[in-house]
């Protein structure tokens, strides 16, 4: 295993687009939600895999499942905190699929979990089969053509925005998110400064003249599915949230993608979610390791 801490390289963005295979797996991505700790590391292994791993402080971090494939990403797991601990990490923290979570726990020997400290709902929808019509919908269909009749609603390229605007609808957001379920913005913000670099699509959605919201994000590498990574809005507008799933799960519909990921969430915001009838929910597991503890005698 070799460990880059230069990620901003082509060994690193080629690794993430051939081995990705989750909604996070994207290069850009990466970089953005770095700019929320110390620094990255990208661990390397035999020469074609890796994980996407930060330094915080005197923790290590592990983002999403390794860039491998399934049989190989708890050994390379395992690799990753070995090595961290042996840079004197106090506990290595990890946001992993559930079924490689169960699998850790159940490999640890040198080491010891801590319960989870959040599980994440991920919802996902067949694009193929999704639609507004039929009685399940009838509510959302009359809300959508509700909220088209009373509001004039425009559909604006990135282009036509100021970042600073951009950043406003962002900071809005954060402070009007209730719930356990805490808005981190900083990939967002370092994203906007970036120009939205990585990205397939970016949709600023403007209501009656001034822009309330944005869906976006990227197509999930070796796959025909996309990550729904954006979806933000002000709140300033009733039913905009509605609004914007629906605006969304069209266009990726129309787009010709075959299933769509809407993030990952907490129970409360999944409720708000089911409305929209995923296909089926996945869940991700965030929690830490730790050295076991060494008993006096033992």
Known sequence: M???ENVKNDTVKKIIETQ???????FYHYLNVGAMYDACVFPVFEEKYGIMGFKDKDNYWCYTDPLAPEEKSLKFFM??????FSQDAKKVRAEINEKLWKDVVSSLQDFRAIKPSFIYFWPVYDLKKWSLSGIPMKKLRNRKNAFEKNHKIEI????NIAKGEIIKIIEKWKKARKGPDVAHVENYISAVENNFSGYDSVRFIAI???VHGVNGGWKIPNSNNFYSQL???DYSVEDIGEYLYIEDLTFLKNAGFDFADFGGSGKDLLAFKRKFLPTFVYKTIEFSILPKRSFPGR
């Open 2 to 4: 070799e460990v880059l």
């Open 20 to 26: 990705g295979h989750q909604a996070e797996h994207n």
């Open 79 to 84: 690799e990753f905190v070995k090595w961290a």
């Open 156 to 159: 604006l390229g990135k282009e």
């Open 208 to 210: 009656d003249g001034t």
């Open 231 to 233: 979806g933000l809005h």
